[in-house]
T-cell receptor, first 122, second 112 residues
Framework: GAVVSQHPSWVICKSGTSVKIECRSLDFQATTMFWYRQFPKQSLMLMATSNEGSKATYEQGVEKDKFLINHASLTLSTLTVTSAHPEDSSFYIC??????????????????FGPGTRLTVL | EDKVVQSPLSLVVHEGDTVTLNCSYEVTNFRSLLWYKQEKKAPTFLFMLTSSGIEKKSGRLSSILDKKELFSILNITATQTGDSAIYLCASLNTGTASKLTFGTGTRLQVTL
């Protein structure tokens, strides 16, 4: 299957600082990338959908000025948590989906998940 | 608002038991139902179900979708300790966004 990497895998930062998380598709071009957040013992919650070269679409309740998403190339999307607070501590997972060049199952462009980034804000 | 609910929330079984995990959904523009296994990191894909009543099988795991009653089940037979994980189901909608809406997850623990 396709490989998606995330960097860093874990990060600890002080309250008020900004943290950037990278999501890369290593062997395919991802026209769409998704960012999820997962709190302990809870499910994945979609935060935003980003398409290469355009602005991200944020889910209801997600502050776009706090969670900045940039999808500048077909293999890289970044999520920046600005002015992080302890309540932002969570597991952030990205997924990447090709635009048709790489098919998954039954013509559905499968989402391939990254390994996640655990953010702890002190 | 799209909703996906799983039950039970958690389950402890002995190795060798058979388990059934449930997933119900209320989703507009429904296309497919997907099952994932999540251990310590990101989810790994198990099944995608689009048609009602057609069982998909992979080894000891199988799954089926009922589009009339809006639910799916995931069966694991002869469970092993390596099956211990969180099992997530997710609905996939139609359209260009093709978003996944995840359920609450079922935490399965298989003991010796």
């Amino acid at each position: 299957g396709a490989v998606v990497s995330q960097h860093p895998s874990w990060v600890i930062c002080k309250s008020g600082t900004s943290v950037k998380i990278e999501c890369r598709s290593l062997d395919f071009q991802a026209t769409t990338m998704f960012w999820y957040r997962q709190f302990p013992k809870q499910s994945l919650m979609l935060m935003a959908t980003s398409n290469e070269g355009s602005k991200a679409t944020y889910e209801q309740g997600v502050e776009k000025d706090k969670f900045l998403i940039n999808h500048a190339s077909l293999t890289l999307s970044t999520l920046t948590v600005t002015s992080a607070h302890p309540e932002d501590s969570s597991f952030y997972i990205c997924s990447a989906r090709s635009g048709g060049g790489r098919q998954g199952i039954s013509s559905y462009n499968e989402q391939f998940f990254g390994p996640g980034t655990r953010l702890t804000v002190l | 608002e799209d909703k996906v609910v799983q039950s039970p929330l958690s389950l402890v079984v002995h190795e060798g038991d058979t388990v059934t995990l449930n997933c119900s959904y209320e989703v507009t523009n429904f296309r497919s139902l997907l099952w994932y296994k999540q251990e310590k990191k990101a989810p790994t894909f198990l099944f995608m179900l689009t048609s009602s009543g057609i069982e998909k099988k992979s080894g000891r795991l199988s799954s089926i979708l009922d589009k009339k009653e809006l639910f799916s089940i995931l069966n694991i037979t002869a469970t092993q300790t390596g099956d211990s994980a969180i099992y997530l189901c997710a609905s996939l909608n139609t359209g260009t966004a093709s978003k996944l809406t995840f359920g609450t997850g079922t935490r399965l623990q298989v003991t010796l």
